[in-house]
């Protein structure tokens, strides 16, 4: 039997993934009074409180920009990094103990297990278009005018998606050997945090440490997306489809690191 | 088997010396250490849970998988599911499979039944589309009513299991595999399962965990009896099941002792309260009895006895070290001549077991049990509950001569057979001496019974018409 590659897995299991990721969100928001309204009241709180807090406690202003720059301008250049960044905070963390959190769909009846990490990336990112669209409402309301080049952003994230599910699978993967993992990438999502330009523009930053920030996966992505909503950049078409490519190239191979490792997964339960 | 046979018939599931070991890591550490030096050192200890099983089952059987807790059952279903691999031989499975391996495994306990069922039948290979057109069906069968859509851990697992095998019998599989999760269901759901494996029987092939006897008997066509992940033997389910609970009677000698240094205690505690006569003799009428049954005597001439007598060392038996039963027989009260004894349903019969002590015992229980030719159990006694038990200290080499009297039912056409036992200690607590099987067969010709596996004296029949 040939091995299915990601893609595939991906459209085979179509309507498992659909159930999983609407029952992934309904459960966390099972129980409460405002229900899925959540999704929307969480972003909207942040966006309050970052504007809040950076114009009226810190003053800070974004970048170099000039002092008559609005007060909102910071909040809306942090919140757009802050969404990217969630993304990978919150799939990151997850998928530390996903699989040895669910020990039924690997010991009690035949899984396709890669669902789990889809789930988690899944449930991320419908999470962070609801952000996007407050954060676009946020933009026209302060400038007045929403870029076309919104249009975009479904493909920048797209890879950025099968980035962020790659590293799921392999994190889930790896957690189900070495029970330190959730430790090590609570350490690791701190530091990534700082490294990433969410506090600050790209450029602002010294030569000399550019080319960290460049290396890292999540920069490019925020600064696209950032500069989309709020100047109307839109990336060349060359460099989307690099960066399609080389996701798709790493999410194909945590893939099969996750597929080798699923025979011996039961044993490690 | 040879080759060529094996070849011609299509098997659903074939298992080929199939292996499973776990690998025990003593410390965490230590299999980081065994990943760094390969095969160089060996930090683990091996546990072998199956070791070099074969099994080839073929379409349309229904096969029962028996054994202790912990001899393997489940790890050779997992590795037919394929939820673990073997770590040597192959498994090969011809058709889709529903499994159901442990009770509500596969259920999130926060979402409804209904939920639920979508859930599991699209784990199970159905399109979304398949299940909406499935479960009005699904959910008929479970019959759970209005709880369909309350949250699964609000369930009792009688239902939880009523919902998880309402799904695995509309997933159309070709091959079942229930894993003990049946016992939890009440009557009649137990008998809505029954009534559809027979069903499923026609076209698919079943897979089946059980420790219940009768379960195994009536369902399966062959069974195989698993102890410590070695197949010890294949063939008829009620000669697995005999297997079976021979091994589970013969306990070791450790158990033994331990066992009657509780039974001395207890015995002591119950001399120093109360000492209650537990004779149960009961009245009955016999006359009586007759005068209503009469009628229909024509019809009944019932029960013959072979092996009347006979030396029963030759049939099938185990233990009798310590005990041995030496002689069984049945007649007929009323009946004073030896020889072949003819027993009508119905009547008082005279059942004897006589045990020669080989060793000192004391509190001898002896028991039988009155089995049809499906090794189901119809009735059984024991002498474990009166008085003479207390005190009865069988020096060795005496001869203990246990009686029983009782009313013999009606039975339906067939074989039945005695099984004789002798043990020690206390109803709750004993330790089996000598269980002899098919101590005694009895052959009845009896057609008057309608339904049922015994009969009773039906003292009217009556058909009335009114306008």
Redesign the interface.
């Known amino acids: 039997m040939r091995e299915k590659n990601f893609l595939m897995s991906l459209i085979e299991n179509n ?2 993934v ?2 999983f990721i609407e ?1 992934d969100i309904r ?1 966390r928001y ?1 129980g409460s009074i405002l229900g899925m309204l959540w999704t929307l009241v969480n972003p909207l709180i942040m966006l309050t409180v970052y504007t809040v807090i950076f114009s009226q406690v810190f003053t800070s202003k974004w970048g170099k920009l000039e002092a008559s720059s609005s007060s909102i301008e910071f909040a809306i250049n942090l919140f757009a990094g802050l969404i990217i960044f969630n993304i990978f905070a919150e799939t990151a963390t997850r998928s530390a103990n996903l699989i040895s959190s669910n020990p ?8 396709p297990i890669e669902i789990l990490g889809v789930m988690v990336t899944g449930t991320a990112f419908i999470q962070a278009g609801i952000s996007l669209i407050i954060l676009i409402i946020a933009n026209f309301l302060e400038f007045g005018k929403i870029e076309y080049s919104v249009l975009t952003v479904p493909i920048i994230w797209s890879s950025y998606y099968i980035k962020i599910l790659g590293m799921v699978w392999l994190l889930s993967t790896i957690g189900v ?1 070495v ?1 330190d993992l959730g430790q090590i990438v609570n350490a690791v999502v701190s530091i990534i945090m700082f490294m990433s330009p969410i506090f600050y523009p790209l450029d602002m930053l010294p030569n000399t440490l550019k080319y960290i920030v460049a290396i890292n996966p999540l920069a490019r992505t925020i600064e696209q997306t950032r500069y989309i909503v709020t100047r109307g950049d839109v990336p060349t078409i060359n460099s989307i489809i690099i960066e399609l490519m080389i996701s798709i190239v790493w999410c194909e191979i945590c893939y099969r690191i996750l597929r080798r490792s699923h ?2 997964f ?2 490690r339960l | 088997m040879n080759n060529t046979e094996t070849e011609k018939k299509q098997f659903s599931i074939e298992v080929n010396g199939v292996s499973k070991n776990y690998k025990i890591f003593g410390r965490k550490r230590d299999w980081l250490k065994q990943m760094l030096w390969g095969k160089r050192k060996k930090y683990f200890k091996d546990v072998k849970a199956l070791d070099n099983v074969d099994m080839n089952i073929e379409k349309g059987k229904v096969y029962g998988i028996v054994g202790k807790n912990g001899s393997g059952k489940s790890t050779l279903l997992q590795i037919i599911c394929g939820t673990t691999s073997a770590s040597k031989g192959s498994v090969r499975a011809r058709g889709k499979i529903a499994a159901l391996l442990e009770l509500g495994s596969g259920f999130d306990p926060d979402f409804s039944g209904r939920e639920n069922i979508y859930l599991n039948a699209m784990l199970m290979g159905l399109t979304k589309q398949q299940v909406e057109e499935k479960i009005e069906k699904i959910i008929a069968f479970a019959d759970i009513g209005d709880y369909i859509d309350e949250p699964i851990r609000t369930y009792s697992s009688g239902m939880v299991v009523r919902v998880a095998f309402a799904v695995i019998a509309n997933v159309e599989a070709d091959i079942l595999i229930i894993d003990e999760a049946l016992a939890v269901g009440d009557v009649y759901f137990t008998q809505k399962c029954m009534r559809f494996i027979q069903r499923f029987k026609e076209n698919g092939t079943i897979l089946f965990v059980s420790h219940d006897t009768n379960t195994v008997i009536s369902l399966c066509d062959t069974a195989i009896l698993l102890d410590k992940g070695n197949k010890v033997y294949e063939g008829a389910p009620k000669d697995v099941m005999e297997r079976y609970t021979r091994n589970l009677k013969c306990k070791s000698d450790e158990e033994l002792n331990e066992g009657n240094a509780r039974n001395r205690e207890k015995e002591n505690n119950d001399r120093a309260s109360q000492r209650t006569i537990l004779n149960r003799e009961s009245k009955y009428d016999e006359e009586w009895f007759k005068s209503h049954i009469k009628k229909k005597k024509e019809n009944y001439k019932i029960v013959d006895t072979l092996k009347y007598g006979e030396d029963v060392s030759k049939v099938e038996s185990f233990g009798g070290k310590k005990a041995k039963i030496i002689e069984v027989k049945i007649k007929n009260l009323n009946q004073t001549e030896q020889g072949g004894a003819v027993i009508e349903g119905g009547e008082l019969v005279h059942l004897i077991i006589k045990v020669k002590a080989i060793e000192q015992i004391e509190r001898v229980i002896i028991g039988f049990l009155l089995k049809n030719d499906k090794g189901i159990v119809l009735l059984g006694d024991n002498t474990g509950d009166t008085n003479e038990n207390k005190e009865y200290i069988a020096s060795n080499g005496t001869m203990i001569t246990a009686e029983f009297i009782f009313t013999m039912p009606l039975l339906p056409k067939g074989e039945y057979s005695i099984t004789s036992s002798v043990a020690r200690g206390t109803l709750e607590s004993h330790n089996i001496l000598h269980w002899v099987n098919d101590s005694l067969i009895l052959v009845s010709h009896c057609t008057s019974i309608a339904a049922g596996l015994a009969g009773v004296a039906m003292h009217s029949i009556k058909l009335t018409s009114t306008k």
């Open positions: 309507d498992l659909k159930l029952r459960s099972k039924n769909y690997v010991k009690k009846i035949r899984f050997f029970k025979r011996m039961a044993d």
